[in-house]
């Protein structure tokens, strides 16, 4: 159990105040000790990308401390001083420490939310996102993210909804963090909308659906909250029944079993006697597929392909059999 001279230190992302709130007096009653005075409390975020976590750690970025007290703060802060090449970040208390972590994430919501909705204006007039957004990003104070097919994991999600809940609590409507929630959350919906639409406007009927990518983001086998696994869940419930899932990662996702689908590693089979073609992950392994490749291996006269992710490179050679469209990219 935790003894005098002990410092505990909270990374996981939590609500404001928990630290402060929870944390502390959980440990002072259960060990008869007192923070500060016996043991140190520190919050200090977690700040990795999975797949590289010890490099982010110790070569990446700042770590960011903020102590229950001036004596955590300062001892946490030399511990991680001896290894995090990139220095120490100290905030005044956990709670300032705490909100960061989170508004990290809320950034990164509210711009996608913003490249999702830019996304479909270019679509729908005629534009090509990806060039708008290499033009305005050169800029420097133009950041535009990439839009696709919404937002998972258990990280960006969460902590808008950390976020809003505070807010709440004193009072105050985050309208823009809202909306881009809303907007992210609507993405799966939009995603199979643009399937029906596509395939009413080439008349197609009983037709068979490959997917592409189960996980939250690509090079990962991670399916919380997955966006990929909502669109498959709509088209279900749709009553959509002819579909074939790959994904290089997942090996199994019980949100798909429990509908009766596995998932095929072996990415010819699932192409064979496609229809129409969703990308929905951003697998490395999508990015050497090619136009050609795919509708070629569907073995049909003619395909669509919905790009969500935006994997492929060759729309200028694209066969005469394809019908292309993505998100922020037009119909060709």
Request: charged share 25%; glycine share 8%; proline share 5%.
């Amino acid at each position: 159990g935790l003894k005098r001279g002990d410092i505990v230190i909270v990374e996981s992302s939590v609500p404001p105040y928990t630290t402060r709130n929870i944390v502390k007096p959980v440990l002072e009653e259960s060990s008869g000790l007192k923070a500060e005075i016996d043991f140190g409390l520190a919050y200090s975020p977690e700040r990795i990308y999975i797949g590289r976590a010890v490099k982010d750690i110790e070569e990446n970025y700042p770590k960011i401390v903020g102590g229950i007290g001036e004596k955590s703060a300062e001892v946490v802060k030399i511990l991680y001083e001896v290894f995090v090449k990139k220095g120490v970040i100290l905030l005044p208390d956990t709670v300032h420490a705490e909100f960061e972590k989170l508004i990290e994430g809320v950034y990164r919501d509210v711009n996608i939310a913003l490249a999702n909705e830019i996304a479909e204006i270019c679509r729908n007039i005629g534009l090509d996102y990806d060039l708008i957004r290499m033009a305005a990003n050169s800029q420097p104070f133009c950041h535009l993210h990439k839009p696709g097919v919404g937002v998972g994991g258990f990280c960006i999600p969460l902590y808008s909804y950390f976020i809003i809940n505070t807010a709440k609590k004193n009072r105050i409507d985050p309208l823009i963090i809202k909306t881009a929630r809303k907007i992210n959350e609507n993405m799966p919906e939009k995603i199979v909308n643009l399937v029906e639409k596509m395939a009413k406007e080439h008349g197609l009927k009983d037709f068979r659906i490959a997917i592409l990518g189960v996980a939250f983001r690509g090079g990962i086998d991670d399916t919380r909250l997955s966006p990929a696994v909502a669109i498959i869940k709509k088209l279900y419930e749709k009553g959509y029944r002819n579909m074939a899932v790959n994904d290089p990662y997942v090996k199994y996702c019980g949100e798909l079993e429990n509908l009766g689908l596995k998932i095929e590693r072996n990415i010819g089979k699932v192409l064979r006697n496609a229809d129409i073609i969703l990308i929905t992950t951003d697998h490395p392994e999508y990015f050497s597929l090619s136009l050609r490749k795919v509708y070629s291996l569907s073995g049909k006269d003619f395909i669509i392909v919905i790009d969500g992710k935006h994997v492929f490179k060759d729309l200028s050679e694209k066969p005469k059999g394809i019908k292309y469209i993505g998100v922020g990219k037009p119909a060709i």
